[in-house]
């Protein structure tokens, strides 16, 4: 059993997997940058070690620091989050050579299931459904000119290596390409390090709904239900809810089994999550996050499963606890990303928080490590907190969300609370009928 986790991550996936960590009896390690000295994760591990200056490059993305902090520390397993390594192939393979429990899935589930045109053709090969799109990466302009004619436009251009919106183009015509390829493959170089790009066909209408799954070292595997996601901008999501107003049981059953299948086809272990796009009743897989999501809170409130307290069991070889049978999910869940960020341009708002006080009450739940004082730096992701509600129904559950939003205080930044407030007054989110353009007809 593993007894000391070092958490390769910060702030409040940081502190979610130290709070699990201590109801289990777990020591635990905190590494951080000479920017997060003060930070919640920082005070209230039973170690910290300080991996390097602000800059991810030089902290938090730097795989010999961290292993470094392990060894000199004692840890004897890593968990990396969601986000910077939590992906990265290289790191749960040095992790697992120096000894140490990766508290995820395998280096060769990451590699095969993180490109994501190696894990359509995976998808492809098995049956499940897929967009009409490309063989692989395409590597000229003409190949991508010859692919869109072929299935026709719109098309989207996606980078093989990542996700989170980086590295994808939409085109509409040939005119398009001729910009977006270019554009899409250096950015996609930048961000992940690869410039290979894929082509799919590009719904016009789609809901992004995403089955959490799970697989332990005796090759059980389970699908835990949905996440709807559609409500997004620029590929970046703002909020998740569980269930899916647009899914039916019947429809629920089958994207979960195509979700295990997949899984099964690379032995998956640990947390995972396949992510598909779903329109007209036809549901087709996108992409998988091999890692836990941001959104986790969403399912352990309809599930009433502590999916970190999970990971850390699957990796130390235990079983999955979850039961046998026909999985049906509890009430209804909506969790609210509260960013550091203008509400109407969504340009990041760093600073000092100078008052804070959250929600409680009946349903409400805030994952979160500020406080008042902290400083949000500018370095890292905005996210301030994750607000979750749960409800008998989808309505309570809006209701509850309402109530929270209204008695969550943030000043000193400006914050994306105004904006989730305006969202739930909004028709078509409260009828539930709604796509992933639906932040591109909001309006103020």
Not at 29 to 51: F, G, K, Q, T
Not at 169 to 198: N, P
Not at 295 to 320: F, N, Y
Request: charged letters at 25%.
């Amino acid at each position: 059993m593993i007894s000391k986790v070092l958490i390769a991550n910060r702030g409040e996936i940081a502190l979610r997997i130290i709070l699990a960590c201590k109801e289990m009896g777990l020591k635990t390690v905190a590494v951080h940058s000479e920017a997060d000295r003060d930070a919640l994760h920082v005070r209230y591990a039973d170690e910290d070690v300080c991996i390097g200056p602000a800059l991810s490059r030089q902290s938090y993305l730097n795989i010999s620091s961290i292993i470094a902090a392990a060894e000199i520390t004692g840890a004897d397993a890593i968990h990396p989050g969601y986000g910077f390594l939590a992906e990265n192939e290289h790191f749960a393979e040095i992790a697992n050579e120096c000894g140490l429990t990766f508290i995820g899935p395998t280096p060769s589930a990451i590699r095969t299931m993180g490109d994501k045109s190696k894990a359509r053709e995976t998808a492809k090969s098995i049956g499940v459904p897929i967009l009409p799109g490309s063989d692989g990466p395409v590597r000229t302009y003409e190949e991508a000119v010859e692919v869109a004619k072929s299935i026709g436009y719109p098309v989207i251009l996606k980078a093989s290596a990542g996700g989170g919106g980086r590295g994808m183009r939409i085109c509409t015509s040939e005119t398009d390409m001729k910009g977006a390829f270019d554009t899409a493959r250096s950015e996609a170089e930048r961000a992940f390090g690869s410039a290979d790009v894929y082509i799919e066909k590009y719904l016009e209408h789609p809901r992004h709904i995403e089955i959490q799954v799970f697989g332990d070292t005796q090759g059980r595997i389970v699908s835990l239900g949905e996440r709807d996601c559609s409500i997004q901008r620029r590929h970046q999501k703002l909020i998740e809810e569980s269930p899916s107003p647009a899914l039916t049981h019947d429809l629920r059953k089958a994207m979960g089994e195509a979700a295990i299948r997949l899984c099964q086809a690379v032995n998956y272990v640990n947390a995972g999550t396949i992510e598909f796009l779903f329109q007209d009743g036809q549901f087709y897989f996108m992409e998988m996050n091999t890692r836990i999501q941001v959104e986790h809170p969403v399912t352990e409130e309809v599930t009433g499963i502590d999916l970190v307290k999970e990971q850390i069991r699957v990796a130390s070889g235990l079983p999955l606890v979850v039961p046998n049978g026909d999985f049906r999910l509890r009430g209804h869940a909506i969790e609210f990303r509260i960013n550091a960020e203008d509400p109407v341009t969504f340009a990041p708002h760093p600073g000092r928080i100078r008052e804070f006080n959250v929600p409680g009450g009946p349903g409400v739940r805030v994952d979160t490590a500020a406080y008042r004082d902290y400083v949000i730096p500018p370095h890292y992701d905005s996210l301030i907190a994750k607000l979750i509600v749960h409800g008998t129904t989808r309505q309570e559950a809006i209701a509850r969300g309402r109530r929270a939003l209204e008695l969550f205080i943030v000043e000193g930044v400006k914050t994306s609370i105004p904006l989730h407030r305006r969202i739930l007054d909004d028709e078509r989110f409260i009828s539930g009928d709604f796509s992933t353009r639906f932040m591109e007809e909001f309006e103020w």
